[in-house]
């Protein structure tokens, strides 16, 4: 998952970027919006953390730009304004949810995660299809309820498949989505790490559908 962070305190920027790289996320940071309005109109991302307080201007007025025209990818608010009044212009700008500073990096994880998770048509957070399951919290897999060992790119890739299912996912969309925009990978490159995930779950939960992508599914038995 790759997630836009929009805030202007480079030191927080950075201890929160930190956090999410950590977690298996991919991040990039915007420190004004202008930067993060052009970002997020080139750029796919799977979700934003939006500061409000920005140097050229209030972050609802991006915001609100984005729900205008059709851009509908989860954010979550950070801001030090603590007011229900603040708050509320937050929401009505196109906020999906909303954490105050000072906070709990955790928290903002957990509410992350959430978001993303609802955006793809999750609610719980353990994502399940046939015996094989995603903890978004633990970031753990099972199999059958076999602990799986994944690199962190085979986690976000499994991840990415896994959220989207049983929709099939493009390589395009794969190397949006699942790897860094300073490496992104060619074709090759996301065909062995899919035959290394096929290795680790078995061949059938992996469907390569020739000109179109990858879809993940259940065997015949788990469904």
């Known amino acids: 998952m790759k ?15 930190e956090a999410l790289g950590e977690a298996g996320l991919l991040w990039e940071h915007a420190a004004t919006g202008e930067n993060a309005d ?8 799977d979700a934003v953390i939006l500061d409000l307080g920005l140097p050229d201007g209030d972050g609802t007025r991006w915001l609100s730009a984005w729900r205008e025209d059709g851009i509908d990818l989860p954010v979550l608010v950070l801001t030090a304004r603590e007011r229900w009044s603040d708050k509320a212009a937050g929401f009505s700008a196109g906020a999906d949810d909303y954490v105050t500073k000072p906070f709990e990096t955790a928290e903002v994880l957990f509410r992350l995660r959430a978001l993303v998770r609802r955006s793809h048509g999750h609610a719980h957070p353990i994502l399940r299809l046939g ?5 978004t919290h ?8 076999r602990p799986i060992t994944l690199t962190a790119q085979e986690s976000r890739l499994l991840a990415y498949l896994l959220h989207a299912a049983p929709r099939i996912v493009t390589r395009t969309e794969l190397s949006e989505h699942v790897y860094d925009r300073d490496h992104e990978p060619d074709s090759n490159v996301i065909d062995v790490q899919v035959s290394r995930l096929r290795r680790k779950l078995g061949n059938q939960r992996i469907v390569t559908l020739r000109g179109q992508g990858y879809r993940l599914v259940a065997p015949e038995g788990e469904q």
């Open 131 to 135: 015996e094989l399951a995603l903890d």
């Open 38 to 45: 052009y970002l997020v109109r080139v750029e796919s991302y």
């Open 138 to 145: 633990a970031g753990s897999v099972t199999l059958a309820g």
């Open 3 to 17: 997630v836009l962070l929009i805030e202007d305190d480079t030191a927080l920027a950075q201890a929160l970027g």
